[in-house]
């Protein structure tokens, strides 16, 4: 892999991993499309440690809260706090995702990444968001975040093992279909991102390591930890004024896209 190629991915995978667009979609596109060898799964993961990067960093007055809120968690054992209970929540929605993770990573490695699946997730989930986003209504705060709700979209997450479906757009679709503030739905679900992401890079970066430090590979993370960075801050920025149609209909021309070149090279 050449440095260019690591630069575009970094900037692909920060740009994408935030949007609900499919980071993993767009990291097994476009090599295909560019006619590059696939990086493969354990490359895309050591690329989403420069989003880790981005989303600790971007909220770290949050995250230090809900250290200090962990920590008192464990000592009172008592639920009396909006930072305690988001505490607890965030563990709960992360659950689903990583245990489907754990069992299903031989697919996600190989059968889910067919540009043909990836373009039909595009589509589905494109046209999903757009419904979901139009018709709920947009008044919950992240405050009224309730176990129920930590469930619904931690169950959510378990979809975005299919490239295409994307994680932060199913959880956020999932955020909002229960009311809740276009904000809001953006803001938890990149806290979401954190323990999972964390957990991948736990489990695949050693690996990568061992292969060696490359120039590519670092190239590759700090691009998409920047990216990331301005990722959330224009999304979160955008959603506050504008719905989510333009990222569904980005999607769903993606996708109808990819379907055209796969047919047009059988």
Same mark, same amino acid.
Do not use: C, N
């Given at each position: 892999?050449?440095?260019?190629?690591?630069?575009?991915? !970094?900037?692909?995978?920060?740009?994408?991993?935030?949007?609900?667009?499919?980071?993993?979609?767009?990291?097994?596109?476009? +090599?295909?499309?560019?006619?590059?060898?696939?990086?493969?799964?354990?490359?895309?993961?050591?690329?989403?440690?420069?989003?880790?990067?981005?989303?600790?960093? #971007?909220?770290?007055?949050?995250?230090?809260?809900?250290?200090?809120?962990?920590?008192? /968690?464990?000592?009172?054992?008592?639920?009396?706090?909006?930072?305690?209970?988001?505490?607890?929540?965030? =563990?709960?929605? $992360? =659950?689903?995702?990583?245990?489907?993770?754990?069992? /299903?990573?031989?697919?996600?490695? %190989?059968?889910?990444?067919?540009?043909?699946?990836?373009?039909?997730?595009? =589509?589905?989930?494109?046209?999903? /968001?757009?419904?979901?986003?139009?018709?709920? %209504?947009? @008044? *919950? +705060?992240?405050?009224?975040?309730?176990?129920?709700?930590?469930?619904? =979209?931690?169950?959510?997450?378990?979809?975005?093992?299919?490239?295409?479906?994307?994680?932060?757009?199913? $959880?956020?679709?999932?955020? *909002?279909?229960? !009311?809740?503030?276009?904000?809001?739905?953006?803001?938890?679900?990149?806290?979401?991102?954190?323990?999972?992401?964390?957990?991948?890079?736990?489990?695949?970066? +050693? !690996?990568?390591?061992?292969?060696?430090? @490359?120039?590519?590979?670092?190239?590759?993370?700090?691009?998409?930890?920047?990216?990331?960075?301005?990722?959330?801050?224009?999304?979160?920025? #955008?959603?506050?004024?504008?719905? #989510?149609?333009?990222?569904?209909?980005?999607?769903?021309?993606?996708?109808?896209?990819?379907?055209?070149?796969?047919?047009?090279?059988?």
């Amino acid at each position: 892999m050449t440095i260019l190629q690591a630069l575009v991915l !970094g900037l692909v995978q920060g740009l994408s991993e935030f949007l609900p667009i499919s980071s993993s979609a767009h990291l097994t596109l476009v +090599p295909w499309l560019l006619g590059w060898e696939d990086p493969g799964l354990a490359f895309d993961v050591a690329l989403h440690t420069g989003t880790l990067v981005a989303v600790l960093w #971007y909220f770290r007055a949050e995250w230090v809260a809900l250290a200090r809120a962990a920590i008192e /968690l464990l000592r009172t054992r008592t639920l009396d706090t909006v930072e305690k209970r988001r505490v607890l929540y965030l =563990i709960i929605a $992360t =659950i689903p995702g990583g245990i489907a993770g754990l069992l /299903l990573e031989k697919a996600a490695e %190989s059968a889910f990444r067919s540009p043909a699946i990836v373009a039909t997730a595009l =589509i589905v989930m494109g046209v999903v /968001l757009w419904l979901v986003d139009r018709a709920a %209504s947009a @008044t *919950r +705060p992240l405050e009224q975040l309730t176990l129920r709700d930590s469930v619904v =979209i931690g169950l959510a997450q378990v979809f975005a093992l299919v490239p295409g479906v994307s994680r932060s757009g199913s $959880t956020i679709t999932a955020g *909002r279909a229960l !009311g809740f503030t276009r904000e809001s739905a953006a803001v938890f679900s990149f806290l979401m991102s954190m323990p999972i992401i964390a957990a991948a890079a736990i489990l695949k970066v +050693p !690996g990568v390591l061992r292969a060696g430090v @490359t120039a590519p590979l670092v190239i590759g993370v700090i691009a998409s930890a920047v990216s990331g960075w301005v990722a959330i801050t224009i999304l979160l920025r #955008y959603v506050s004024k504008h719905s #989510y149609g333009l990222f569904a209909i980005y999607r769903v021309l993606v996708g109808v896209a990819v379907l055209l070149v796969v047919y047009a090279r059988r």
